[in-house]
C-alpha cells in the first residue's frame, strides 16, 4: 500500500517506533514525517535512499533496526526485491563490499521470512 506520506500515515510504523520508547516513536514521528512531507522527491526514492543510508551507517541489525524497516516502507512504496538488490549493488561500490554483505544477508532474512 502506498502512502502519501510513508511515516505520517503508516500506523504500523509509528506503533513499531513507540515500542522503541514511547517519547522517542512520537519525535520520530513528527521530525521524520515532516521530512517525508517535502514535496520534491517521491516516497519510494526517499525509501531507497533511507536504505542506502543504512548500509553507509551499517544500521541493519538489532532492536529499533532501521534497515528492515526502511525495506519494508520501501516495499510499500512500490520498491521490488531487485531494485533494493540493484541498490545494494550499486551502494557497495562506494560504501564497500562488507558493508553491503551484511546487508544482504539481512534482505534475504526480511523477504523469505514467511509472514
Not at 502506498?2 to 504500523?12: G, P, Q, R, S, T
Not at 531494485?83 to 558493508?99: M, P, S, T
Amino acid at each position: 500500500m502506498k502512502y502519501k506520506n510513508a511515516v505520517l500515515d503508516d500506523i504500523e510504523l509509528q506503533e513499531g517506533l513507540k515500542q522503541i520508547n514511547p517519547k522517542f516513536g512520537d519525535f520520530v514521528t513528527r521530525v521524520a514525517g515532516e521530512a517525508w512531507g517535502l514535496p520534491l522527491i517521491d516516497q519510494k526514492t526517499k525509501a531507497l535512499i533511507t536504505i542506502a543510508i543504512d548500509v553507509v551507517n551499517q544500521d541493519q541489525v538489532g532492536p529499533g533496526n532501521p534497515f528492515g524497516a526502511h525495506v519494508n516502507m520501501a516495499l510499500k512504496q512500490g520498491a521490488t526485491r531487485e531494485e533494493i538488490e540493484e541498490l545494494l549493488l550499486f551502494v557497495c561500490v562506494y560504501a564497500g563490499f562488507n558493508k553491503v554483505a551484511g546487508c544482504f544477508g539481512v534482505l534475504n532474512e526480511i523477504l523469505d521470512t514467511p509472514s
